[in-house]
């Protein structure tokens, strides 16, 4: 268990309206990361941060911003969500093995967006 | 740029049946290989991984084999059960890395 906490676990707005999920992890690892995930595209990082208030876009990071003010808490925020954001994110973080960090990606529960 | 491929689902195949799920990959450098379970409902879990060349990684009856000369990490388990039905993710992490690729995910159902 990775200690990772994600929430909402489920929400359904409405177009045009502000979304934030919220990650949250009680291990102290550097390393965070949103994915989204859709039929047919496996998953696909919109952004990811390598300490308080570094962060850096992925492949999908059009019409989403982050931020990490605190290593325990990596925020997901859609300005204006749109239909095209309806999907399963998922927040992950890198592995470390004592001051070492691993290769591997921990995975939280998951956050199902529907935006109508 | 880095990129894994990996086989079409859906499978389904019967309970105690021989599985396989072929993945290939594409990177610069010498990338770590893992593969990722997803059950209904639940984020992904790490099954097994493999950081060089020739290494085998295992778990709960799943293996795969970092192959570098086929460029390859197929998942095979000799004798699926009902609770192995999920989805599989082969994936890698690259030279540089602070980057994942996935693959596009293959569902398995095990029928009784």
């Known amino acids: 268990d990775a200690g990772i906490t994600q929430s909402p676990r489920h929400k359904v707005t409405e177009t045009g309206t502000p979304v934030t999920l919220r990650c949250h992890q009680t291990?102290?690892?550097?390393?965070m990361y949103w994915y989204r995930q859709d039929p047919g595209h496996g998953l696909r990082l919109i952004h990811y941060?390598?300490?308080?208030?570094?962060?850096d876009k992925g492949e999908v990071s059009d019409g989403y911003s982050v931020s990490r003010s605190k290593t325990e808490d990596f925020l997901l925020t859609l300005e204006s969500a749109t239909s095209s954001q309806t999907s399963v994110y998922f927040c992950?973080?890198?592995?470390?093995?004592?001051?070492?960090?691993?290769?591997?990606?921990?995975f939280g529960e998951g956050s199902r967006l529907t935006v109508l | 740029g880095d990129s894994v491929t990996q086989m079409e689902g859906p499978v389904t195949l019967s309970e105690e049946a021989f599985l396989t799920i072929n993945c290939t990959y594409t990177a610069t450098g010498y990338p770590s290989l893992f593969w990722y379970v997803q059950y209904p409902g639940e984020g992904l879990q790490l099954l097994l991984k493999a950081t060089k060349a020739d290494d085998k990684g295992s778990n709960k009856g799943f293996e795969a084999t970092y192959r570098k000369e086929t460029t390859s990490f197929h998942l095979e388990k000799g004798s699926v059960q009902v609770s192995d039905s999920a989805v599989y993710f082969c994936a890698l992490s690259g030279f540089t890395g602070n980057q994942f690729y996935f693959g596009t995910g293959t569902s398995l159902t095990v029928i009784p």
């Open positions: 291990e102290n690892h550097r390393y």
């Open positions: 992950a973080i890198r592995g470390t093995s004592g001051t070492r960090i691993t290769g591997e990606l921990f």
């Open positions: 941060s390598y300490g308080v208030k570094d962060t």
